[in-house]
């Protein structure tokens, strides 16, 4: 397989996960699954958030970004409506700890 | 639709991923052209694929073979399913192009922008998505030419920018936690997030924890 073909065949696996409940849009069901769907993003956010402050290199270690993860719940508290005020606060909070620390 | 307040709130609110994003895209064009990719296809994969996981991915497993690299960009898709799911339901009714539209570009970022949005009251999602959308899709293929063009000589982790990328997300969160079962969820995101980057293959981690916090979050009654 070429990459060309490789590329062609993870976008249209990609997509097709992505496409999966909107190409026949139905309402979402109650019960379970529609309270999975409700929690389902923040959960998702979060694991997001966490892999990436708390697991930056792979496995779980303590690192600036972990000065960031502190600033960026503090500044969710803080603005919890306005996105750039938890960038900010989180990116401050990295910043400072790198320089203190590394 | 340009013209709506919900496609300009979209254009505004996407700003705040355009660090992020042409941060990440550069990296990924620096990192697929030192892979062996050609820039010419680094570029088109951008186009085509619009997902920094399943390419990172791509290009990590590029020597292993297609079978390796299908089954993890699967693994990596099977988040979109509730997504797909979730976007559905906010959207309502819409025409096919509309759907298939929205679809292209259904990546974390302006799903989780798409979802705070209807959380805080935005009129028309799919105006507001689609404005969103056209931020992070000029930004994603603006910073993969770059970088495989010209990324040679960039370096974007040594600035510091990767970790504004999961600050985005937590920042999203943060208007979504409102009980003490979001909470509850938050934490078992959390606790599960780091359980999997020690027992799960990296293309499953992300899914894997957001799956088991949300049936957390399920099995949580108020």
Do not use: C
Not at chain 2, 68 to 76: E, N
Not at chain 2, 86 to 107: E, H, N, Y
């Amino acid at each position: 397989m070429s990459d060309l073909h490789l590329i062609l065949a993870v976008g249209a696996v990609t997509f097709a996960t992505r496409i999966a409940f909107l190409l026949r849009p139905r309402p979402i069901p109650g019960g379970l699954v529609g309270r999975f769907l409700d929690v389902f993003p923040l959960a998702l956010f979060v694991a997001i958030a966490a892999q990436g402050l708390l697991a930056p290199r792979g496995t779980p270690e303590v690192t600036p970004a972990l000065a960031a993860a502190v600033g960026g719940i503090v500044g969710g508290i803080l603005f919890r409506r306005n996105l750039w005020g938890v960038l900010a606060v989180g990116a401050v909070s990295f910043y400072v700890a790198r320089a203190l620390f590394t | 639709m340009s013209n709506s307040p919900s496609f300009r709130k979209g254009i505004r609110d996407g700003l705040i991923m355009v660090i992020p994003v042409a941060a990440f895209a550069l990296a990924y064009g620096v990192l697929a052209v030192d892979a062996g990719l050609s820039p010419a296809l680094t570029i088109f994969s951008s186009l085509v694929i619009v997902s920094g996981a399943a390419q990172f991915t791509m290009i990590g497993l590029l020597a292993a073979g297609p079978v390796p690299v299908l089954v993890a960009a699967s693994g990596l898709g099977l988040r979109h399913l509730p997504m797909s799911a979730k976007l559905a339901d906010m959207i309502g009714p819409q025409p096919l192009g509309t759907r298939l539209r929205l679809a292209w570009v259904l990546v974390d970022e302006t799903f989780g922008l798409a979802v705070r949005a209807a959380y805080t009251g935005v009129a028309d999602i799919v105006a507001y998505k689609s404005a969103a959308d056209l931020i992070l899709y000029s930004f994603w293929m603006a910073g993969t030419t770059v970088g495989a063009l010209f990324g040679g000589s960039i370096d974007p982790e040594t600035v510091g920018i990767a970790v504004l990328f999961p600050l985005l997300f937590l920042g999203l969160a943060a208007p979504m936690v409102h009980k003490r079962r979001d909470w509850i969820v938050a934490g078992a995101a959390v606790v599960a997030t780091l359980v999997a980057t020690l027992v799960l293959p990296p293309a499953w981690q992300i899914t894997g924890a957001a799956t088991v916090a949300a049936l957390v979050g399920v099995g949580f009654h108020e």
